[in-house]
């Protein structure tokens, strides 16, 4: 299966220390030996990420399995023979809707079970709902007003450094998310095994001593992204810049429209949600073009290519981990970003299923296959 | 006639139970409406002042915008800035989505949105006044209302629109913290009766949904100006007190429900109380009365026991009664009449005695002294006469008749003490009667009375002792003599009638009173001056023991009619 799923281009593509895998052997039940160009602990982080196909009678390494597709949703089916047992739920059917409202109504009526993600807005409202339990979870991606260093006004590092030291996060956590969020301090999520000590995010307001006079940055947003409360978070991101003395002009673009000029660079700076996985998208997002695989955003940041690449080639965790800090470090005083927050949204899943809740695992993502009709 | 116990009852219960019965009506009557009017009071006030905040929330929220549109129009600002400015309020007042500044024209001069505002003015043609439109629910699952608030034209600027969308959140937090008791809570309907806000989690649904729930029947009744609490029935057929109050001026309706059960709980648990109260209060009203009445009636009876022994001659008989009241002084009344009629009696039997020794006395003297007269004058002739035999034999016929009327005094009296048994045989009543009535023949000729003895030939025969019936018959026959003046007729006669033989001896005497022929028969009764008064109790006595009967009756001055009546038998002698 790990054979099958590397030759996969798009795999390949996400995944590029994939390269590195000269071959796979399995020399027993749960061991397999993976020989490389080069010792890379991320190599791992790649190769156990891989989404896996199963192989007909065997066992699979999954609780479900891709089933229809269609313009209306997909479906998963659920895998009798899978090691850690087979799940109670069959079938689990995804079905898109044109509004939260429409999705609350279809769980109302019992036509669903659970809502994929309830905005935060809403959450308070669902929460009272008897019929419904909610499961608040941290969303992988972190609200970043991300820079073009290509432009002159920006390049300066200090600059970048002191706009990061005037945002302050905890007010915009009140502001624009209703306290529904978590400060971030760097584009790993909080906790991530590899995080250790970060650098602080602490707001300095004497920080906008060292910005030029009259400085404007013009910002682009897509508000129609329903996700975030963009406008609400560009809103308050221009008052805390305003009082500061910078002017964060907002420019409200189509999402197609942000896509394009993002891949050319025609922008200064952009309110976006950036991944926030592990190392390796760490590595792909933030690295420059030159040596890295993947890149989006054309915003010519290659401070910390040495660091990123330091991480890349890391032995074991501890060199990791150091590595990882060393990032942080570097993006702290070289900041291609200001990593604002990690939204909180919430799953909703109606009384009739009994969902065990485990610390860190997304009752979807990672327990579907625990759920258990509730005894009435 | 009612028994003194039902009078009794009947004064208790109208007294004591009765009254219990109609202050317990009244008490729970009043509770309830009382409580009822309570609790809808209470209710209403809820809803009122949730009506009121609601309409002052909204109301603030126009004064802002009215501030806020002043700023804008009124400080010569260019366009960025008024543009900021509108974006820093929508940050300071979180509430609102959407802040826009139109002129009146209908162009944009500011707003909060990043880009184009999502909000559009009103009309050129609308009237300069503040606008809320109704309440929606956003596709986030929100309610929301849009206001549109006119800007004036000043020196500073041409005026317009300020237009907001407004979050109604807050709404739904103030509906949330309304409870009433533990299961009433308050709604919030839209003018076009949507449901907004509900604080019972299992209706929020219908909120999320955005359906027109059926317009509430006090929302309607309220917005025509009609009651504000009713009680209705829900969808599970509970009852539910609901009291509700307008928004103004937004003709929205704030409406509180409490369930009945919940709501008037304390007035049920006091009526429950109070009922209790009451029933035991008649219990023991009741207990207490019935009680209280037998002893009364106890005491009552005892009296009537009393009353009724000594009516009975039980003149020893005595009522004990206990207590202090006017019951046990006529108790002691009582018993002291009952002493003295006991006193009495034996007075008056002493005197009866007396009486009656008298009178036996006097008819003993009168009786013997006759015949004891005749005797003696006999003896003493003895002396003189001694040697003529003719006198020998008159003396001893004398002797022997005399001796012989003694004896029969004696008889008589022995007879009333202790009566002899009769033997008795088949004797032909018709020739006895006229055997006797002949015999007595010359003494009604000495006493110049007329007999006629009017008995048939043939013989009819009676069980009889021949000797005691013939006592009888003389005994009748000598008393109509008596009782005759001269000049009078006695008469004998006989007749039988199916079984039984009737003789009667009737006289056109003086008669008897009425007040006395009960009691001619009893002994020693006479209405003559002398005599022990025995012949007619003893001829009863003897009639009785022959199984006959012996009656009388007579009409004062015209005369008296006595019947002998005896059962006829076939037997003859042989």
């Not at chain 1, 009384?351 to 327990?367: A, Q």
């Not at chain 2, 002691?332 to 009696?345: H, S, Y």
């Amino acid at each position: 299966m790990l054979k099958a799923a590397m030759k996969d281009d798009v795999q390949r593509f996400f995944h590029p220390r994939l390269e590195d895998i000269l071959s796979l052997d399995a020399t027993g039940d749960r061991e397999i030996r993976v020989r490389t160009r080069v010792p890379r602990l991320l190599t791992l982080d790649d190769l156990t990420d891989l989404p896996l196909a199963p192989l007909p009678g065997g066992r699979v390494l999954a609780p479900f399995v891709s089933g229809t597709v269609s313009e209306e949703g997909f479906t998963a089916r659920g895998v009798p023979n899978y090691f850690r047992g087979a799940s109670a739920v069959n079938v689990v059917e995804f079905r898109s809707h044109r509004s939260l409202r429409a999705a609350w109504a279809a769980l109302m009526r019992d036509e669903i079970d659970a809502l994929y993600e309830v905005n935060r807005d809403a959450v308070e409202f669902v929460e009272r709902e008897q019929r419904v339990r909610v499961y608040p979870f941290l969303r992988p991606f972190v609200s970043t007003l991300m820079f073009n260093v290509n432009r002159p006004e920006l390049a300066p590092a200090d600059v970048r450094r002191a706009l990061s030291r005037i945002v302050d996060r905890d007010a915009i956590l009140k502001a624009a998310y209703r306290g529904r969020a978590q400060p971030a301090d760097g584009p790993l999520r909080p906790g991530h095994w590899v995080l250790g000590e970060v650098p602080s995010t602490r707001r300095s307001p004497a920080s906008a001593d060292v910005l030029p006079r009259n400085l404007r940055i013009r910002c682009l947003v897509a508000p129609e992204v329903e996700t975030q409360p963009f406008e609400r978070l560009a809103l308050v991101l221009q008052k805390q810049f305003a009082d500061s003395g910078v002017d964060l002009e907002l420019e409200a673009v189509t999402m197609k429209e942000l896509g394009s000029r993002l891949r050319v660079g025609d922008f200064e700076a952009v309110l976006l949600e950036a991944i926030g996985g592990g190392p390796t998208w760490m590595y792909g997002l933030w690295h420059s073009p030159s040596s890295g695989p993947v890149r989006f955003i054309a915003n010519g940041y290659a401070a910390a290519d040495r660091e990123l690449d330091a991480m890349q080639m890391a032995r074991d965790e501890e060199e990791l981990k150091r590595a990882v800090a060393a990032v942080y470090r570097k993006m702290a005083d070289d900041p291609p970003a200001i990593f604002i927050a990690w939204p909180e949204v919430a799953r909703a899943v109606s009384t009739r299923f009994e969902v065990p809740v485990e610390k860190g695992v997304d009752i979807m993502g990672g327990n579907l296959w625990l759920w258990r009709p509730a005894r009435r | 006639m009612r028994s003194i116990t039902t009078k009794l009852i009947l004064l208790i219960m109208t007294a004591a139970v009765v009254p219990l019965v109609l202050f317990a009506a009244i008490s729970i009557n009043s509770l309830r409406s009382g409580t009822r009017q309570s609790v809808t009071e209470g209710n209403l006030n809820v809803a009122t002042r949730a009506a009121e905040q609601i309409s002052s929330y909204v109301s603030n929220s126009v004064d802002v915008l009215r501030a806020i549109g002043a700023e804008l129009n009124g400080t010569r600002l260019n366009e960025w800035q008024q543009d900021r400015i509108a974006k820093n309020f929508v940050l300071e007042f979180p509430e609102f989505r959407e802040i826009s500044f139109f002129s009146a024209d209908g162009t944009v001069r500011a707003t909060s949105r990043i880009g184009a505002p999502h909000l559009d003015p009103p009309a050129a043609d609308t009237a300069r006044k503040v606008l809320v439109s109704p309440i929606t629910i956003d596709e986030d699952l929100l309610p929301t209302t849009r206001l549109s608030v006119p800007v004036a034209a000043t020196a500073g600027g041409p005026g317009g629109w300020i237009v907001a969308e407004l979050s109604l959140e807050e709404l739904w937090r103030m509906v949330d913290r309304i409870r009433v008791g533990r299961h009433g809570y308050a709604a919030l309907l839209s003018s076009d009766g949507r449901l907004v806000a509900h604080g019972d989690p299992d209706e929020k649904r219908h909120i999320a949904r955005g359906e027109l729930i059926p317009e509430h029947d006090l929302a309607a009744s309220l917005r025509a100006g009609r009651g504000l609490a009713m009680s209705y029935t829900d969808d599970d057929g509970a009852r539910k007190l609901a009291t509700g109050a307008l928004v103004k001026p937004f003709d929205w309706a704030v409406i509180v429900e409490q369930p009945h059960e919940e709501a008037f709980a304390i007035a049920r648990r006091l009526e429950r109380q109070l009922s209790i109260a009451i029933i035991v209060a008649l219990f023991i009203t009741v207990a207490v009365g019935v009680g209280w009445s037998r002893a009364f009636i106890s005491r009552i009876l005892a009296l009537r026991r009393g009353t009724e022994a000594l009516a009975a001659g039980h003149l020893d008989a005595r009522v004990t009664i206990g207590g202090r009241d006017e019951i046990q002084q006529l108790a002691d009344a009582f018993n002291a009449m009952a002493q003295r009629l006991e006193e009495l009696q034996e007075s008056l039997r002493r005197q009866e005695r007396q009486a009656t020794f008298g009178r036996v006395a006097a008819g003993l003297v009168h009786d013997l002294s006759h015949p004891i007269q005749n005797i003696a004058n006999s003896c003493k002739l003895l002396f003189h006469s001694w040697e003529d035999l003719e006198f020998r034999s008159v003396f001893r016929s004398n002797v022997e008749r005399e001796t012989e009327a003694v004896k029969n005094v004696l008889d008589d009296l022995k007879s009333i003490a202790r009566p002899i048994p009769l033997e008795r045989s088949p004797t032909d009543v018709n020739g006895h009667i006229r055997d006797i009535a002949e015999g007595m023949r010359a003494a009604a000729g000495e006493a110049g009375l007329t007999l006629v003895v009017d008995v048939p030939a043939t013989a009819v025969y009676a069980s009889a002792n021949e000797y005691a019936l013939g006592r009888v018959y003389r005994n009748l026959i000598q008393n109509a003599i008596q009782a005759t003046a001269a000049g009078g007729t006695v008469t004998v006669s006989s007749e039988r009638v199916d079984s039984r033989v009737r003789v009667r001896v009737a006289d056109t005497g003086t008669g008897i009173p009425p007040e006395r022929i009960e009691t001619i028969f009893e002994d020693y009764f006479t209405t003559k001056k002398r005599g022990l008064g025995l012949g007619l109790a003893i001829s009863r006595r003897i009639v009785d023991q022959l199984g006959g009967a012996i009656t009388v009756d007579s009409v004062v001055g015209r005369g008296t009619v006595f019947t002998v009546e005896l059962p006829v038998t076939e037997a003859q002698v042989v």
